[in-house]
């Protein structure tokens, strides 16, 4: 099995040519691209960390394939403790980078296929989860990252996907031929799609049976014939052709370096269908996504909290006003928040349980907590590193001002801090925070992996009102409390009756 560095990862990117659009421009080289370098090193991390021996336990496992190690990303959770380490390994990774690393949408669309095949073949006598295994096999034996290509462009929404007038606003198949199928389509907002070895579709939503042609899952090198993709813009993104300085986070950049795929009349040979019209498992499939994905934004987007409250403390530090009580409070909250929601994946994977494929699935009730909570806690305590950051961080002069011999030593000075503490070391973090707080990492917290709607969906779905009311009833005393009776040892209706007496002739007897 190999298991890639992050350099041999990178390497590996220059064998692979796909077809990539920038701001109107075809993309001759993706791994040369000035814009792409920031998402490509921060995928690389998840290469690198694997051969770190400090960090060999979260960030690989053994393949229930072969016994052999491989990178964790290309695990088939074996155990809630599988669940925990990715969550750990998650965390890790937002702590190294301040940023998304991408590569956790392909690992949990492998993990959601390997559930969801196996019931497929259970119910329809198919043989998909082989076929799903050999390529699983492929990703494992060469750590290839797959993408996650999930969300469709969904024209109207208001209409079914076969009811859409133009039928290519969900990836959809063309023509069912002998040797494999022709695709046609967009997926929008893939995370990491052009720095990616494989493209894993799923299908976005529930399809009924009209949608069959819909309900598709499949596998493709990213520089399949007929595969387009178009990266997406970022706010403030251009900084980083400006200077590192400005950029604020230069080395990993902003959020997952997100793309549409536009697929045009694509082959796909069988061996490489997963799902081809079993509309009846389009739930199960997204559902299973769904719940690994939102789990993992309580160690993600913990560990970029991790980075902004130590940055914050560190500016606040720096300004010499580290020990004013109101920043301590306003770190504590950070702090509270942040573990609120580690808390809250962490009891959602030692919640998981095993499913017929033999994989183990997170709590799906408190996955849905966990991003929930994450679309609100995001936002808060990026709103009090803002403010323990001061006006500063969208006031701040560029780096080319700076070097400016007749301006650059007046700046220098004006911004000086607390003695120990360089300008220029005060800008750069002040810039991480800005990036990290006000960049496009905040509305990805709420949408990445579902919007809240679709988180409230699940949770009313799952949060069993009926058992609650059942409870209630039970403690109310509208019905029958059978522990209560043994406490008790009679009927209750016999017991209210004696209490009722004994109270009776307690009152006359103050009388
Ligand atoms: Fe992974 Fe988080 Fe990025 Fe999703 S948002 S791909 S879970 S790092
Ligand atoms: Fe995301």
Not at 25 to 34: A, F, G, L, W
Not at 107 to 123: E, P, W
Not at 183 to 191: M, N, R
Not at 292 to 319: E, F, M, P, Q
Request: aromatic letters at 8%; glycine letters at 8%; hydrophobic letters at 35%.
């Amino acid at each position: 099995m190999t298991m890639m560095t992050g350099k041999e990862y990178i390497a590996s990117l220059r064998d692979l040519h796909p077809e990539v659009y920038f701001f109107g421009k075809k993309i001759e080289s993706v791994v040369d691209e000035p814009m792409f370098q920031p998402h490509i090193h921060t995928a690389a991390m998840t290469y690198e960390l694997a051969h770190s021996p400090e960090y060999e336990e979260v960030m690989t496992a053994l393949s229930h394939l072969t016994g052999e190690k491989i990178n964790r990303f290309t695990h088939i959770h074996q155990g809630t403790d599988d669940l925990v380490k990715k969550v750990r390994m998650m965390r890790l990774l937002g702590q190294k980078t301040g940023t998304c690393f991408q590569r956790c949408v392909g690992l949990d669309g492998l993990n959601a296929l390997y559930v969801t095949t196996y019931d497929m073949d259970q119910k329809h006598g198919t043989t998909y989860h082989e076929r799903f295994k050999k390529w699983l096999l492929e990703v494992q034996k060469n750590d290839l990252m797959p993408s996650g290509a999930m969300t469709d462009a969904r024209g109207d929404r208001s209409l079914r996907p076969h009811q859409q007038k133009n039928k290519d606003t969900y990836l959809h198949i063309k023509e069912r031929l002998d040797d494999g199928i022709i695709v046609s389509g967009v997926k929008a907002h893939i995370t990491g799609a052009i720095n990616s070895h494989e493209i894993l579709t799923m299908p976005t939503r529930t399809m009924g049976e009209e949608d069959r042609d819909f309900a598709l899952s499949f596998a493709l090198p990213s520089d399949a014939r007929g595969v387009t993709f178009v990266f997406s813009r970022q706010t403030n993104d251009t900084r980083r052709l400006d200077s590192p300085l400005d950029a604020g986070n230069p080395k990993y950049g902003i959020v997952g370096g997100e793309a549409i795929i536009l697929f045009k009349d694509v082959f796909v040979p069988w061996e490489r269908v997963f799902m081809a019209g079993e509309y009846d498992f389009t739930n199960e499939l997204v559902e299973t996504f769904a719940g690994y994905h939102r789990s993992n934004y309580g160690g993600c987007k913990v560990g970029l909290a991790d980075v902004v409250i130590g940055g914050s403390y560190w500016t606040a530090d720096a300004h010499g006003i580290s020990k004013a009580s109101h920043i301590i409070d306003k770190l504590t909250e950070m702090i509270a928040m942040a573990e609120t929601c580690w808390s809250c994946t962490l009891a959602c994977s030692y919640e998981g349980h095993k499913t017929s494929s033999g994989a183990y699935l997170i709590h799906p009730l408190l996955a849905n907590v966990v991003k929930l909570n994450i679309t609100r806690m995001v936002y808060e305590w990026m709103r009090v590193a803002q403010d323990i950051a001061g006006g500063k961080i969208i006031t701040l002069p560029s780096e080319k001002d700076l070097e400016n011999p007749e301006i650059g030593k007046a700046i220098e000075e004006c911004f000086v801090g607390k003695e120990g503490f360089s300008t220029s070391d005060i800008i750069k973090m002040l810039r991480l925070i800005e990036n990290m707080s006000v960049g496009a990492g905040l509305p990805e917290a709420m949408h990445g992996a579902g919007s809240p709607a679709a988180q409230k969906i699940m949770i009313a779905r799952r949060g069993n009102i009926e058992r609650k009311v059942e409870l209630a009833k039970s403690v109310a005393g509208i019905k029958k409390d059978k522990e209560f009776e043994k406490i008790i040892g009679k009927d209750e209706e016999a017991y209210w009756k004696e209490v009722k007496e004994t109270i009776r002739k307690r009152t006359k007897l103050r009388r």
